[in-house]
């Protein structure tokens, strides 16, 4: 089974600018989730998509933060504009199954803002 | 409300020296617990978990006690490798809720 593909692995911005990062989650996972991993801290999640809704997005910055899960498969998740505290990798995970199974992570995306 | 808090690293350690991360969380209800593992450059990879009070996670070595009296869930490895070098994240889903991690702890195993 193929894994949950995250691009691009690494991206460096200067502050101010957009980016955007893309995740192709297990084929057939319902629910799919970013988090963001600041270096030194745990994951932290910011949005949480089951198909193509939101369930949870309370910790997603929406001034500058935006996600969006198109025909409930793949999706992207866009910065703009960037601030150097957005430094961190940012994960994408999925799930098919019920609570307690635990979720799929794909290798991230590390973001340098300068 | 619902939170994870894992001893602080870096730990190093000799191989084939014992090793205990500790982790304690808060949580309304009963949980699932986990522990997570991420390789250098790498995602993180589920390593155990548990479900309810009592079980016992384990793989490559790995074990972990759901103890619902001491809200802990210590990851425990009887001889740890230079192959075991990663950073070790506790975590916690709580039902209708989502994933919460600890700040993770470092392991060094040294030659």
């Known amino acids: 089974e193929a894994g949950v593909a995250q691009s691009p692995r690494y991206k460096i911005i200067e502050k101010r600018q957009s980016v955007a990062f893309w995740c192709n989650p297990i084929?057939?996972?319902?629910?799919l989730y970013w988090y963001q991993q600041i270096l030194g801290q745990g994951p932290k999640l910011l949005i949480q998509?089951?198909?193509?809704?939101?369930?949870?997005d309370s910790q997603l910055p929406k001034d500058r933060f935006s996600a969006e899960r198109l025909k409930g498969v793949d999706s992207t998740l866009k910065i703009q504009p960037a601030k150097l505290e957005d430094s961190a990798v940012y994960l994408c995970?999925?799930?098919?199954?019920?609570?307690?199974?635990?979720?799929?992570f794909g290798s991230g995306t590390r973001l340098t803002v300068v | 409300g619902n939170s994870v808090t894992q001893m602080e690293g870096p730990v190093t350690l000799s191989e084939e020296a014992f090793l205990t991360i500790n982790c304690t969380y808060t949580a309304t209800g009963y949980p699932s617990l986990f522990w997570y593992v991420q390789y250098p450059g790498e995602g993180l990879q589920l390593l155990l978990k548990a479900t309810k009070a009592d079980d016992k996670g384990s793989n490559k070595g790995f074990e972990a006690t759901y103890r619902k009296e001491t809200t802990s869930f210590h990851l425990e490895k009887g001889s740890v490798q230079v192959s075991d070098s990663a950073v070790y994240f506790c975590?916690?889903?709580?039902?209708?809720?989502?994933?919460?991690f600890g700040q993770g702890t470092e392991l060094s195993v040294k030659p």
């Open positions: 995970a999925s799930s098919d199954q019920g609570p307690g199974y635990g979720y799929t």
């Open positions: 084929s057939g996972h319902a629910t």
């Open positions: 998509f089951q198909n193509n809704g939101v369930v949870d």
């Open positions: 975590a916690l889903y709580n039902q209708g809720g989502k994933l919460i």
